[in-house]
């Protein structure tokens, strides 16, 4: 079972660069999250999804967007890199019921944009 | 705006004794919330939660308490270990969102 995957692990980026990480689930949850990690800023949340075929905006969604085609997959895309989106990106999803669940995250992405 | 406030960059604290760490949030609608441990280069692993109809819940040495009047909640380690040793992140959320906090680096000394 290996829950949540990240591709890729590193990946370093010229600024205007484009790409797109991938979050994969086997759970067969419903909800899916992208955060990113700062040093001082805790995980801040990026994008959000409650479905498939849904997506939402955290807190700090400029420069990036997000798409849930698959109910499994949830991507994250950067259009044109910027050094200030260097950072460590996590991806977790949780199960939906009549009370809330915790999520489960993914070992992170660590993305260096020079 | 930051909706979930910890505080407390760093806590150290003597093995054996209790770790309080806190957490504050801002947004009422928050109903479910959760305590995390993360150590360096993994992602964030689950430790404890609690929703807003409790005040308390316990698993073995982690106690959480909810403060719904005063939108705050705390994390009890008793007694604490050397390999409690990590960062803490308390996280708030309601049907769909979910938000953490700046995280709690917790050291505990031998």
């Known amino acids: 079972n290996a829950g949540v995957t990240q591709t890729p692990k590193f990946r370093v980026l010229k600024t205007g660069q484009s790409m797109t990480l991938l979050c994969a689930q086997d759970?067969?949850?419903?909800?899916m999250y992208w955060y990113r990690q700062d040093p001082g800023m805790g995980l801040r949340l990026i994008h959000y999804s409650v479905g498939e075929g849904t997506t939402a905006k955290g807190e700090v969604p400029d420069g990036y967007n997000v798409s849930r085609l698959k109910k499994q997959n949830f991507l994250l895309g950067l259009e044109s890199a910027a050094p200030s989106q260097t950072s460590v990106y996590f991806c977790?999803?949780?199960?939906?019921?009549?009370?809330?669940?915790?999520?489960?995250f993914g070992q992170g992405t660590r993305l260096t944009v020079v | 705006d930051q909706q979930v406030k910890q505080n407390s960059p760093s806590l150290s604290v003597q093995e054996g004794r209790i770790s309080i760490l806190n957490c504050d949030y801002t947004?009422?609608?928050?109903?479910?919330f959760l305590w995390y441990k993360k150590y360096p280069a993994e992602g964030p692993t689950f430790l404890i939660s609690?929703?807003?109809?409790?005040d308390k819940n316990e698993d073995g040495r982690f106690t959480v308490f909810l403060n719904k009047s005063a939108k705050h909640l705390s994390l009890h380690i008793v007694p604490s270990q050397p390999g409690d040793s990590a960062v803490y992140f308390c996280a708030a959320s309601d049907r769909g969102d979910m938000r953490f906090g700046a995280g709690t680096r917790l050291t505990v000394k031998p």
């Open positions: 609690i929703s807003s109809i409790k």
């Open positions: 947004n009422s609608m928050f109903d479910y």
């Open positions: 759970m067969n949850h419903e909800y």
């Open positions: 977790a999803s949780r199960t939906w019921g009549q009370w809330i669940t915790e999520a489960f």
